[in-house]
């Protein structure tokens, strides 16, 4: 999997130290990634952290998935952290963070998403039927397929339509398919695929299982309409039922893909058509029944009718974006997840940043080719000193692991690059010289973008 090459963080108290400082906020960080320890170690003063959980991306982390019982792992966390005086738990991953969190607040009693939000959410057969019950317009058309399908008579839409896995994480196996024979080479795994497949999923299922109301199987996929237009994803949070929306992000994809190449803070789209987004998912929070915690809901503007279509909902903080809100209006999500899980309420500035655009920058390899050599981390961290204001995270891969990334989401991310800027032309100008100063890049033809303003626009 991944290897995220980060920045030497200042050490923070490990997770099996007592939390002792007199007076700090003490906080724990579930399935802690490369942005979380990156926000921790700047934190504001008084603040205390310890880590739980394994880095799925990176060895030998990863390989406790194959011994990980979710159950298991929130007694043992309960149990440490019964006397520890915690204030908040917090986590921006994507695939055991929001179970683990709810379940272990809950024990705790301390802020948390409710459960049965955190499961319809990420379930994305539910999902879709809440959004079907309250708010149809918004819902493209659907249908379950089998973990066992075979016959084309048990495929519920007619081709083109994306299929994905009920349960998965960072758009992992979510494809536009065209065929019967696309669908099938797409939904055919090796025995260690499904090996990991089956580990990925098997701790959903059981924090779901003998619950009412969730009986499908997570194992199993989902077909939905093809939907054109904009994408943009819908930030912020929920406080004892009340949302509090913190700005849309602009997701733009590399010409001709469905590959993320960056995320732009503050989205280019006119104020009317970001408040009509922020309603629609605010029906969505409604309808899966999110009261508390941090967000974000994406969101695809249909091109023929103009609506709004629900992509899904991620019950979390998104980690990529944490500084973007910094930069432009003045405060770090980070932060802001920070307060809100410890029972506060954030404190959230609009355009008091130093910058009037930022945005998160993806280097894709689209061609499957791989790095064209290993980057070591001295030349990484010569990097971020010719580009102090741009927060820089490398993820080297090669081999098996490349492969299955490959097949799994589409594209290879081998580097994000994150800045900002007091213009869309000097934003494009900065990612543009960290794009040149980079020596690894694959050998393949390079997609770095000269045109990055009137996309939003223009679409």
């Known amino acids: 999997m991944v290897d995220p090459i980060e920045p030497r963080q200042p050490t923070t108290r490990a997770a099996r130290e007592p939390l002792s400082a007199k007076g700090a906020r003490r906080i724990l960080v579930l399935f802690p990634d490369e942005w979380d320890r990156s926000m921790a170690a700047r934190a504001a003063p008084g603040h205390e952290f310890a880590y739980e959980g394994f880095d799925l991306f990176r060895f030998p982390g990863n390989a406790r998935l194959f011994t990980f019982d979710v159950r298991r792992f929130v007694d043992r966390l309960a149990r440490r952290y019964a006397r520890a ?187 009317e058509r970001q408040a009509a987004a922020e309603e629609v998912a605010r029906r969505a929070l409604a309808a899966v029944g999110f009261t508390h915690g941090m967000f974000n809901v994406e969101l695809r503007l249909c091109a023929s009718t103009g609506h709004a279509k629900v992509i899904e909902i991620n019950p979390r903080a998104a980690g990529q974006f944490y500084d973007l809100f910094e930069r432009v209006d003045g405060y770090n999500l980070f932060d802001a997840l920070l307060a809100l899980e410890s029972g506060g309420e954030p404190r959230v ?83 543009r010289a960290i794009h040149r100063d980079i020596g690894f890049h694959p050998r393949g033809r390079l997609v770095v973008p000269e045109a990055m303003l009137g996309e939003a626009a223009a679409d």
Request: positive net charge.
């Open 85 to 271: 005086g915690l204030d908040g738990i917090v986590t921006s991953d994507e695939q055991f963070g929001p179970v683990v969190a709810a379940l272990l607040g809950e024990r705790l009693g301390l802020p948390h998403t409710p459960l049965a939000a955190v499961l319809t959410a990420q379930h994305k057969y539910y999902a879709r039927r809440a959004f079907e019950r309250e708010l149809p317009e918004c819902n493209p058309r659907f249908g379950l397929i089998g973990r066992d399908f075979r016959r084309r008579r048990e495929v519920p839409l007619a081709f083109p339509f994306y299929v994905k896995p009920v349960k998965a994480a960072y758009s992992v196996l979510a494809r536009r398919v065209s065929s019967w024979d696309e669908l099938e080479s797409h939904a055919r795994f090796s025995w260690l695929e499904a090996a990991i497949i089956e580990r990925l999923v098997k701790p959903f299922g059981d924090a779901m299982r003998g619950l009412p109301g969730f009986e499908v199987d997570p194992f199993s996929l989902i077909a939905e309409e093809v939907i054109d237009g904009f994408q943009v994803t819908v930030n912020g949070f929920a406080r004892a039922g009340q949302v509090t929306m913190l700005g849309v992000v602009d997701s733009l994809m590399y010409p001709g893909t469905d590959q993320f190449q960056r995320f732009q803070y503050p989205s280019c789209l006119p104020a």
């Open 349 to 431: 500035r609009r355009r008091e940043g130093s910058d009037a655009v930022a945005a998160s920058f993806v280097m894709r390899d689209l061609a499957g080719e791989g790095l064209s050599r290993w980057p070591q981390r001295g030349e990484i961290a010569r990097l971020r000193s010719r580009h102090p204001h741009a927060r820089i995270m490398v993820y080297a891969k090669r081999g098996a692991d490349l492969r299955r990334e490959l097949k799994w989401l589409g594209s290879y991310r081998y580097a994000v690059a994150n800045l900002g800027a007091a213009s869309p032309e000097a934003l494009a100008a900065a990612y």
